[in-house]
Nanobody, 125 residues
Framework: QVQLVESGGGLVQAGDSLRLSCAASGRTSSTTNMGWFRQAPGKEREFVAA????????MYADSVKGRFTISRDSARNTLYLQMDSLKPEDTAVYYC??????????????????WGQGTQVTVSS
């Protein structure tokens, strides 16, 4: 089993920055692709960003491309999401996820095996 714990959320103003962290523990050697998703009230969970295990390819949703940066510190078993130029539409609960298979679709939530509890990000206008 793998446990994921997100932190770093909060209330900020439009244009501000936040950095989310996701600390992984347990059988972290079994995880491959890792990603961030978000879910706003009344909406489905949507893909934000991911790192592929093979080749460390970075992938982003169009809505965050150029503003968000995903990174991974393997030595610390921690995944990060640097969020700059935040907009009110970025308001959501942000979730960290990990996949046991390196062949999954990194943008599809159902392909991930482990999830954190989420951290709230609220951006005021």
């Amino acid at each position: 089993q793998v446990q994921l714990v997100e932190s770093g959320g909060g209330l900020v103003q439009a244009g501000d920055s936040l950095r989310l962290s996701c600390a992984a523990s347990g059988r972290t050697s079994s995880t491959t692709n890792m990603g961030w998703f978000r879910q706003a009230p009344g909406k489905e969970r949507e893909f934000v960003a991911a790192i592929r295990w093979m080749g460390s390819r970075l992938m982003y949703a169009d809505s965050v491309k150029g503003r968000f940066t995903i990174s991974r510190d393997s030595a610390r078993n921690t995944l990060y999401l640097q969020m700059d130029s935040l907009k009110p539409e970025d308001t959501a609960v942000y979730y960290c996820a990990a996949d046991r298979s390196p062949y999954g679709s990194v943008s599809r939530a159902s392909d991930y095996d482990y999830w954190g509890q989420g951290t709230q990000v609220t951006v005021s206008s």
